[in-house]
């Protein structure tokens, strides 16, 4: 099944639970993988030869460099972020919100009775105590200090910040269920508190009204409670999507980074192959005030810092569209390579490869086609001529917005993106010289080396990683037909779209107009 969430599943439920984006804070770290699991070849000039690299792609001049700040965004250029994978600052997303005044004062008078997370997961990382506090309650204090991070500096934090997921999607099966704890689910509000919070944001403005955005924007929401020092350190999160933070009170540091130049498969997180290498530098450092929202895409190395006197609050989000997929194409060898994302490629498969099933069906195919590197250009021109309908050797996005309507139309319930904005990801990743149609030369110079990354990926001794772990058990597993273990999103209905301020019609994914 195609879903285009994290990877951590709910306890093995099949349901379609998303995780905190920023979750993953970092309390303790092994700097080599054990026996028996893949470390990357880095040298530190790979590094300082991948910093030239990304300043000639994003147009830095220092590394590292402030993220850019705009307001009054047209979709078209937030796209043109979004596809770039170039971290953004919008300055007046929250200016229409509800919530854009919510202190951790109000938060605690308004929202007393739910529950907060300290992240004592460790206790001998940090001070011991409860793991959950009343927000009514005295927590303020109970920050959970980091462990020592080989990356970190005096711009690291030095406590992680207090974690509140009120909605999330799929999760409200729990209401009743209080004795449940997985760590996330843990802190889920009531219903009234969550109505409360649905009406307190909007999608924002720049971003287009479809379905799938409000579904992903208005189904899952997240809350990083932090008093001065605190954050979260060094790592990536194991999400698909792109993710944004609206800074609600209070001011924070971000640093951001691709992960490492990965050429060959790694089990570390991103953040300790750094680790191992004795020293991380942010390609991006920025403050984020009060009412702006930093864009970010997937696999996205950060780390944060409040910086204020007081008790800084912000908010976490995630859309569907439009996706970073020249960022996703351009660093497809170090993403395909990753611990982090490696998974990802099967649910990209869609705006990617442009079938339901991606990189592990093509791979598949290639096994039955003898296994060679030499059997993936067939593989692909088979599944190019599947999409191409006239023969041509020409995809347009009219076209392979078709093809999607089909495809959804064969999988209903299988499947999760809308025909026509993922056929125009599709294009925007495939098309190289931006012609507004897709060649089969321009599809195969794009997958194929992907395919063969993958390929040498899964085959390797230690094996790759996917949404599960990693192991050479993980060929075993695509061999087998293995997809993905989370069930597709319900589409929004036009009364939920509602509720986060929808402006248009529900696409219905139809070809009335094709």
Known sequence: MLALFSCHQLL??????VVGVCALCVLHVAFAPPPGRAKATLKHKDILNDHEWLKKKFGLETIPSPVDRISKVTPEVFAEYIRAGKPVIITDVADDWAMRNWTCDTIQRDFGEEKIMAWNYNPQAG???KQYYKLKEDWRGAAMDLGGMRTADKKSPKQVSFHWYPIQQGAEEFDDNNGYDDGYTSTLASA??????KASWKLPYFVKDNPMNLEFCKNRIEFFLSMPGSGAALHADSVCEPIFSVQLAGSKQWRLGPVPPFTDVTHMKAA?????????????DTMLHPGEALFF?????????????????AASLQIRYPFAVGFIRDLGERLVHSNEC?????HWAPFIIGHKDGVREVYRRV???????SAIKGVLRGLFDA???????????????????????????MVEYEADPEAEDWVAYNDRDQDGQVSWEEYSAVHAPLIAWYKRAVESTHGTCDEDGCGPWVRQEVLRGKTSGIESAYVASAGEKEDLGGRGSRDKNSDEDL
Not at 12 to 17: D, P, Q, V, Y
Not at 192 to 197: A, D, E, G, V
Not at 342 to 346: I, K, L, N, W, Y
Not at 397 to 405: A, D, G
């Open 12 to 17: 093995n439920r099949r349901t379609i639970l």
């Open 127 to 129: 001070k011991p105590g």
């Open 192 to 197: 009234k508190s969550r109505r409360k919070i």
């Open 272 to 284: 300790d192959e750094f680790g191992r290498l004795g020293k991380w530098t942010a390609v991006w």
């Open 297 to 313: 895409p997937p696999s996205m190395l950060h780390e944060t810092l409040a910086a204020s006197e007081g008790c800084a609050v």
């Open 342 to 346: 490696a998974f990802c490629f099967e």
């Open 367 to 373: 096994v039955k086609n003898g296994g060679k590197e």
């Open 387 to 413: 999409i191409d309908a006239n023969g041509d050797g020409l995809v347009t996005r009219k076209e392979k917005t078709r093809h999607f309507v089909a495809e959804i139309r064969q999988h209903r319930g």
